[in-house]
Structure formats: C-alpha cells, structure tokens
C-alpha cells in the first residue's frame, strides 16, 4: 500500500498502528487543517492552536487503537479530540490568570500603609475639634449638608430656615473650620 493517497482513513490508521510514518503525515494532509482551524477558533491563539494540533496527532500515533471506524469518520474523531484539547487548554489558562488574580490580591498592597491611615486619624481629629467650635446653627447645618449629603434645600427644610440663610451658615462655618485646619498645620486645608 505505497499510495497512500488512495487508502482510507480507516486504512492509513491501521498504518499508524504499525509506526508508519507516511501514513501519519498522509493523515495529517488530509485533516490538519481542520484539526488547527478548530483549534484555532476556539483558543484565538496561532501558537496555542499549533500546539494542541500536534498534541491531537502525536495522541493518534501513541493510540491509534483510539480510533473505531464503526463510530464516525477520522476527521470528526480529530476534529473532536482538538475541540476537547482546545476546551481543556481555555480551561486552565482562565484557572491560571484566575489564581493569579487571586494572588495578587491576597499579596499586601503598600499604597495605603500605617503611616497614611494614622494620618487620616489625625486628620479626621482636627476636623472633629474644627467642628466641635462652630456656633451650633452652623455645626448642624454642615453635618447635614456634608456628613449626612443633604442638599442645600433640603437642610434648609429639615432645620425651618430659608435656603440663603443655611448657604451663608455652612460658608461661615467651611470658613472658620478652614482656618483652625491651617492653624493645626493640616496640609491642603488652605485650598478652596
């Protein structure tokens, strides 16, 4: 059986049986295409879909006894073994970049350390004392406005006053609160 371009599928697969290594490449002519196209599409990747073409083949060569002509043809044998090795390959590569992702967030992030979240304390501290004194009035009106996001109408409605009178006093009181901020050496609150 030189021709190998006349024998069968079913043929050439008991060829390879036989470590013949014509048969093999007669085999991959006729469905290697098909076998790294699929792959391909699945795995959008040329070099990932090269190698798990010739995983499909190299797999035929080691079990060609895998192959049963009674169940379909070579070709959707092949084409099912790339499907799964491609699938397989999506698999572990999403487990992968998954655990790597994993990782990385598991490992300590050193963007926000000790240092920063005592200086936020501190701050928070002087903004406590900055508003401790305030006139009353202007100490609700800035809690509701800033600390609780009311709008301007609505704590001007919540405390029975006109909407001019609330801006004025949250203004006053930003200002004063502003001022004993620089006065503690709070970096940024001399900006407006």
Not at 33 to 40: E, N, Q, S
């Amino acid at each position: 059986m030189e021709q190998r371009e006349d024998a069968s599928d079913a043929q050439l697969v008991t060829l390879i049986g036989r470590y013949n290594e014509s048969a093999l490449a007669e085999v991959y002519r006729r469905h290697g295409g098909a076998v790294f196209g699929l792959a391909r599409k699945i795995l959008n990747n040329p070099n990932e879909a090269d190698d798990v073409t010739q995983e499909v083949f190299l797999r035929l060569w080691n079990n060609p006894d895998r192959f049963d002509p009674a169940r379909g043809s070579l070709r959707s044998f092949l084409l099912n073994d790339s499907h799964g090795r491609s699938v397989d390959l999506v698999r572990s590569l999403n487990a992968r970049r998954a655990r790597e992702v994993k990782d990385a967030n598991r490992s300590p992030v050193a963007t926000y350390d000790l240092q920063h979240q005592v200086w936020d304390l501190a701050v928070a501290e002087e903004v406590k004392r900055a508003l401790a004194t305030l006139p009353p009035e202007e100490r609700r009106a800035i809690e509701l406005a800033y600390f609780q996001c009311h709008s301007y109408v609505k704590v001007a409605e919540i405390l029975g006053q006109p909407e001019g009178t609330i801006k004025s006093r949250i203004r006053n009181g930003m200002r004063r609160m502003r001022s004993s901020l620089v006065e503690a050496g709070i970096q940024g609150a001399d900006r407006q």
